[in-house]
């Protein structure tokens, strides 16, 4: 498969997706600068972590407006899948890919650990492959992650079922204290109703590698992986 | 011309930042705080005179970029 990566001013995480795409999962992976105005032959695309334009203004917000963006918007509008990890993810909010926002974390501390992730649903292309009962231990770093929409916006999320992780603790329970930064309910990662786009504050790609102290991030790539494969193989037949 | 936009937090967003002032203002023994909200302030300097087209122009930039609605509001000034 072929994965497009973007890169902005002050993406940083946009090589260590690129090395697991290619290097841990053998598909591939290019890096696309921001002032591209086309995805190529992307099959699927990938928003880095990072601090985009300096996290000026607010996070994702002038990333949102770079001319790869209006390419990402078509790309998506089409049903393409688009997966933002961290600073993607605040982009992709930003950009009302994603509904909510991801505010100033509650502690006001730049929080840098492992956490533990539940899937809340395996419904999605980015969940498709983790067992039912497995978390996710990942890390994740970020100042801004709180994750904050209206009771609205909540109500249906829930009802189409567009939540796709909470943070719990090592025993899987959705408590305050495994709630690294004040989300509301304990919500790590979303996808949008037609469930082609993803965002999450945790860095899977910092976890693929038993290197890195924990494959567990993988599993949300080869869930990428295998629809794509999935949807490739549909088409072919 | 001159443009100024003060950006506040909504109300039912959590804001740690103003409760950390408020906290620290109470501790440091100033009375009489209910409540602060921290927010972002900008000044916009501005070519020509026609104040209903900047204003026009300016409320679409500030809803589109310059304040998230999801999370804060604004407030927009000409003189």
Redesign the interface.
Known sequence: MNFAVLQFPASNCDQDAVHVLHHVLGHSARLLWHKEASLGNADAVVIPGGFSYGDY??TG?VAR?SPIMQAVQEFAMNGGPVLGICNGFQIL??AGLLP??L??????QFRCEHIFLKTVTTDSPFTNQIPADKLLRVPIAHGEG?Y???EATLAKLKANNQILWHYVNAQGETTEQANPN?SLENIAGICNHRRNVAGLMPHPERASEPLSGSSDGRLVFQSLIAWLERNAQAKAA | MKAKIIIT?KK???D??GK?VQRALEHMGYQGVAAVHVG?YLEIELTGGDKDAARKQLDEACHR??S?P??EDYRLELE
């Not at chain 1, 505010?103 to 006001?108: E, T």
């Open positions: 203004l607010r917000a407006f909010c930003e909510g926002a505010i100033r974390n509650r502690s006001l709180c904050f929409a209206n004040g | 937090p039912a967003v959590l740690p930042q950390t972002k970029f310059l998230n999801v999370i």
